[in-house]
């Protein structure tokens, strides 16, 4: 079965620190595998996505992530963190079959300190 | 091309009431999901239409009917509702193509049972 977990459902950084969020899935295929970013008050659009074209996956707003199957992670990167980028960040990995369901982890709050 | 739109925005209802929660997508897409929002529950689908003329059920469906209209629209109702229902509400679709297409999200409902 499929699954993802995102280690530190809460992870705080100061403005210009490096952000790393954490994401590690389980999956008996291929995974097609997901970021995505949810604002106060808002609901939830796409970071980034790794589709298996390339292991390093660039998204907006300066996030990147790295496909690494040998440590089935997906960790998801940031340089500098800006003060805008405090919000909710979900990982989730497509389902197999055609129905285009998501399994979601539980999500990690990224708060960024002055 | 306004995307995935929701309506209402925000809801009171007293336990008991009933209530149907409208959502559309302009995009042609042909799958459509239900989710809802609870803190350090992630998203949980209720219910997914993976085609026009097709609906299933997700994780937590109890408590919910849904009905795919046409290929636009998408609406989730509440025939009697409780407490445990109150949460935000995400509607969401995809193209239902390639696994690594990805869903799109309309902004919520936020709903309050009283």
């Known amino acids: 079965a499929q699954s993802v977990t995102q280690l530190g459902s809460h992870v705080s950084v100061s403005e210009g620190a490096l952000v790393l969020l954490r994401c590690n899935y389980s999956?008996?295929?291929?995974?097609?595998l997901f970021w995505y970013v949810q604002y106060p008050n808002q609901g939830l659009q796409l970071l980034l996505k790794?589709?298996?074209?390339a292991t390093l996956v660039k998204g907006i707003n300066g996030f990147e992530a790295e496909f690494k199957k040998s440590e089935t992670s997906f960790h998801l990167t940031k340089p500098s963190a800006h003060m805008s980028d405090a919000a909710e960040y979900f990982c989730a990995v497509s389902l197999a079959g055609n129905n285009r369901k998501l399994i979601w982890g539980l999500g990690t709050s990224l708060a960024v300190n002055p | 091309n306004a995307g995935v739109t929701q309506t209402p925005k925000f809801q009171v209802l007293k336990t008991g009431q009933s209530m149907t929660l409208q959502c559309a997508q302009d995009?042609?897409?042909?799958?459509m999901y239900w989710y809802r929002q609870d803190p350090g529950m992630g998203l949980r689908l209720i219910y997914y239409s993976a085609s026009e003329g097709t609906t299933d059920k997700g994780e937590v469906p109890n408590g919910y009917n849904v009905s795919r209209l046409n290929k636009r629209e998408f609406s989730l109702r509440l025939e009697s509702a409780a407490p445990s229902q109150t949460s935000v509400y995400f509607c969401a679709s995809n193209s239902g193509g390639s696994l690594y297409y990805e869903q799109y999200f309309g902004p919520g409902t936020r709903l309050t049972v009283t």
């Open positions: 995009m042609n897409h042909n799958s």
């Open positions: 790794y589709t298996s074209a």
């Open positions: 999956s008996s295929v291929p995974p097609y």
